[in-house]
């Protein structure tokens, strides 16, 4: 019997996978607030120092030129003075007012969608409703979500 998401013969559990994050860092110009991804390379680093439970690492990003001190979640310029970026651990997005770019939820709040996310794929129960940080109500209508969208 085939699921919604058409895997057939599949355990409702194993149907859920959890989405790879990838790291971002807030630039602001001219009052305008875009977040950035960072390369591949910078993020797997980043997501596997981040797994090594050791917060307390620096690691260096864009050719050495930016250090991430990963428990401050910030981005410090290493050879010239420019204002420090706030940097997310990134899984879930929301369209931002402005100019319609994705812009990364809080990572606490991420966790919760995550969580929310893999009940609703596990028991095949959706329509579930979370309330976001800027009080505006998420609903998980099915599988096909959009998570990880850089």
């Not at 991804?37 to 090594?52: I, N």
């Not at 307390?56 to 420090?84: C, F, I, M, N």
């Not at 007012?97 to 994705?102: F, R, W």
Request: hydrophobic fraction near 30%.
């Amino acid at each position: 019997m085939a699921g919604r998401d058409g895997r057939q013969g599949l355990d409702p559990a194993a149907r859920y996978e959890a989405v790879a994050p990838h790291w971002f860092y807030r630039k602001v110009t001219d009052s305008r607030e875009r977040w950035v991804p960072f390369s591949a390379q910078d993020s797997e680093r980043l997501e596997e120092a981040h797994g090594s439970g050791k917060n307390h690492l620096v690691v260096p990003t864009s050719g050495g030129r930016y250090d991430v001190h990963l428990k401050k979640r910030q981005r410090v310029a290493v050879y010239w003075e420019e204002e420090v970026s706030e940097v997310r651990r990134c899984t879930w997005f929301y369209k931002g007012d402005k100019d319609n770019k994705y812009v990364p939820y809080s990572e606490t709040f991420s966790e919760e969608l995550e969580e929310a996310y893999m009940v609703a794929v596990t028991l095949d129960e959706w329509k579930k409703k979370l309330e976001s940080p800027s009080r505006e109500i998420i609903i998980l209508h099915n599988p096909k979500v959009r998570r990880g969208a850089w």
